[in-house]
């Protein structure tokens, strides 16, 4: 259900469509089972964990540490995990308080997905928590525009929710 509304969001939004050009092969349909099956079974083993986040925490904090080196950004994941559990690091404060702010944000962004559609209030939440205590936040403060634009074509306007 929450796979079909995520569709239909992004469908709305970005203004995605099926390809007419998909060939629906023998292969193509054997693959695309197996993926389902196995994704089945992801899904059924992950229901058996008292916390299935516990497997998404080192996945977000590698994307953390990697968005991050986008902005200049120097702090290793082994640095935030150090830090992250209290050990002491030779990194610069900034560096490791930006890509923690990273990681509030995808966490916070993660849940907020469950609630909401992607709209403009997720895009501000997310926004506020990535500039939290960064250096130069004052400075880095950006307008959002009322409309997502994707390789220059113009899409609907986002909702405000």
């Known amino acids: 259900m929450a796979l079909n509304r995520r569709f239909h969001v992004h469908q709305e939004v970005f203004g995605l469509k099926p390809s007419p ?3 629906w092969t023998p ?8 993926a ?6 992801l ?7 008292p916390n299935p986040h516990v497997l998404m925490r080192p996945f977000i904090r590698r994307e953390a540490v990697l968005s991050s080196k ?3 950004t120097q702090a290793t994941l082994g640095e935030l995990l150090a830090a992250e559990a209290g050990a002491v690091v030779d990194r610069s404060p900034e560096d490791l308080r930006e890509v923690g702010n990273y990681v509030v944000a995808l966490e916070h962004g993660i ?3 469950n609630k909401l559609p992607l709209c403009v209030r997720i895009v501000r ?3 506020a928590k990535l500039m939290n205590d960064a250096p130069g936040s004052i400075t880095r403060r950006f307008w959002i525009l009322d409309r997502l634009v994707l390789n220059g074509i ?3 306007r986002l909702s405000e929710k």
Not at 43 to 49: D, M
């Open 43 to 49: 899904a059924g083993e992950g229901g058996r964990l």
């Open 36 to 41: 389902d099956r196995l994704l089945g079974r």
């Open 125 to 127: 939440e997310l926004h």
């Open 70 to 72: 986008i902005e200049g």
């Open 21 to 23: 050009d998909l060939v």
């Open 27 to 34: 292969r193509l349909v054997r693959v695309l089972s197996e």
């Open 111 to 113: 849940a907020l997905l």
């Open 154 to 156: 113009q899409s609907r």
